[in-house]
């Protein structure tokens, strides 16, 4: 299961030795896992960056009427 | 205000339309009774507290969950949702057909539509998931004593669980809105389960310093005996946050769902949920959603090392107690003294000065919140005549 879960990616030469650098002393024993843990923080900062949220105003009103009259807001 | 996790925040509640019409159609569809925790799991699939998910776990994301701690699309998520089902029940159902899920008193309130139809080795389960196969580990008996198949599919809830605690029932999009009403953008969640010590007030006031609101969320739900029963948490806490917390600067409403004691794994699910909530930060203590001695105390804290794309910040404290001379709650970071000028709070403790109908000292509990407590016959669970 665990390895069919996993691919290949290939990377510069060089950028790989900056990596294995940048590595030591992080408790990372393997390259892969930490070039993943960098990407998902990226990826996910980048998502995070990306996204708005939004209700419908119907939905608004619902909600706020349903609040206040709980008495979470005036 | 954290993104909901995965993104998108799931709402999969029937219209009012759709209500009526399922409230109908159901009577003719094949049908499951779910145990209550069960039956708030559906709730908080439709409600988005479980978001991304829509449904119960199909056989590749259980797969992943176990084996990767995320779903397959590589979300982070830790305990496997699922439905279980008997070798009869699994025979009787198809691929594609829509069924009802009904409460232990067997009304129809969600429909399932049946995505895929798999078998589980619990043990693996159990291994994976709790990081044991003893059986005296909560957990794991509850996992041995699941049905042998599992169901998977996304869920639609037409009818609301009825709570004792609607007052203090708030789904994700009412936090969301009413977070941003009071313009916080920085809100730090706290899960419980207990009355709340003077320990517990020290913590959430430190991390309440450093942002905008503090969200109490107490899990109300199945418990074990001897424990404090849920009204009497909800009481203990309302009257501490009117006499001791700004009133704009906290919230509490109830988490409708069971206790795992999965440790690590249900520390980063309770996380999740609170970010779904709209919670930025999220505390985690000590020994954090364990049980026995089956973790390590800062296990439920390492773990969120494993999680760089979780985008909720974890707030993690030591072991806290009360020194005499400090005159308040500290911990190692902060107190100079010797062990014999501290206290710990201890639970047991104050627990049993409740029943023998005695205060818990001041500096222990704040007499209003010991004085609620004391206001009812039955305060733990198994003390109902």
């Known amino acids: 299961m ?56 119907e939905d608004e009103e619902k909600v706020k009427e349903r609040l206040r009259a709980l008495g979470y807001l005036d | 205000m954290s993104t909901p996790h995965g993104g998108t ?12 019409r399922l409230k109908e159609e159901t009577r003719e569809m094949k049908s499951i009774r779910l145990t209550s925790g069960l039956r708030k799991d559906v709730q908080n699939l439709a409600n988005g507290v479980y978001s991304p998910l829509t449904g119960f776990l199909c056989g590749n994301d259980f797969d992943w969950v176990l084996e990767e701690s995320r779903l397959s699309d590589d979300t982070p998520w830790t305990l496997p949702i699922i439905l279980d089902v008997t070798e009869e029940q699994r025979k009787e159902l198809s691929i594609g057909e829509e069924i009802s899920l009904l409460t232990e008193e067997e009304e129809p309130f969600a429909t399932l539509e049946v995505e895929e139809l798999y078998g589980f080795d619990k043990k693996r389960m159990a291994r994976k998931i709790y990081g044991t196969e ?6 794991v008996k509850r996992v041995m004593n699941m049905k042998d198949h599992l169901v998977g599919g996304d869920i639609l809830q037409f009818k609301k669980n009825s709570t004792d605690f609607e007052k203090f029932h708030l789904t994700p999009k009412e936090t969301r809105i009413l977070f941003r009403e009071k313009g916080w953008r920085t809100i730090v969640g706290f899960q419980t389960r207990n009355v709340p010590h003077m320990g517990h ?18 899990i109300i739900g199945k418990k074990k005996a001897g424990d404090y029963r849920d ?33 690590p794994k249900e ?16 505390i985690v203590g000590r020994d954090h959603a364990g049980v026995g001695d089956y973790y390590g105390p800062y296990d439920a804290q390492d773990i969120f090392d494993e999680f760089p794309d979780l985008d909720i910040t974890p707030v993690f404290f030591k072991s806290f107690t009360y020194c005499e001379k400090c005159g308040g709650a500290v911990d190692g970071h902060i107190c100079p003294h010797d062990d014999k000028n501290r206290e710990n709070f201890s639970g047991t403790k104050m627990r049993n000065m409740f029943k023998e109908g005695k205060t818990p000292p001041e500096h222990m509990m704040r007499p209003e919140v010991a004085k609620t407590v004391l206001r009812y016959e039955d305060k733990f669970v198994g003390d109902q005549k």
Do not use: W
């Open chain 2, 201 to 218: 007030e020290y913590v959430q006031k430190t991390a309440l310093s450093f942002v905008d609101g503090i969200f109490i969320n107490p």
């Open chain 2, 267 to 282: 520390a980063v699910f309770h996380a999740i949920m609170r970010k779904n909530f709209g919670c930025t930060h999220f």
């Open chain 2, 134 to 139: 003893d059986q005296d580990h909560p957990g």
């Open chain 2, 9 to 20: 925040l799931v709402d999969h509640t029937a219209s009012e339309r759709k209500s009526a």
């Open chain 1, 2 to 57: 665990t390895e069919k879960n996993y691919t290949t990616v290939s990377i510069p030469k060089p950028l790989a030795k900056k990596i294995k650098k940048r590595m030591e002393g992080t408790g990372f024993n393997s390259m892969s896992s930490y070039v993943t843990y960098v990407l998902r923080q990226v990826i996910s900062s980048m998502e995070e960056e990306e996204k708005a949220e939004e209700f419908s105003k």
């Open chain 2, 231 to 263: 009204e009497v948490i909800l009481a203990a806490y309302d009257t501490l946050m009117d006499k001791y917390y700004l009133k704009g600067r906290a919230v509490m409403s109830i988490l409708e769902a069971e206790m795992r004691y999965a440790g």
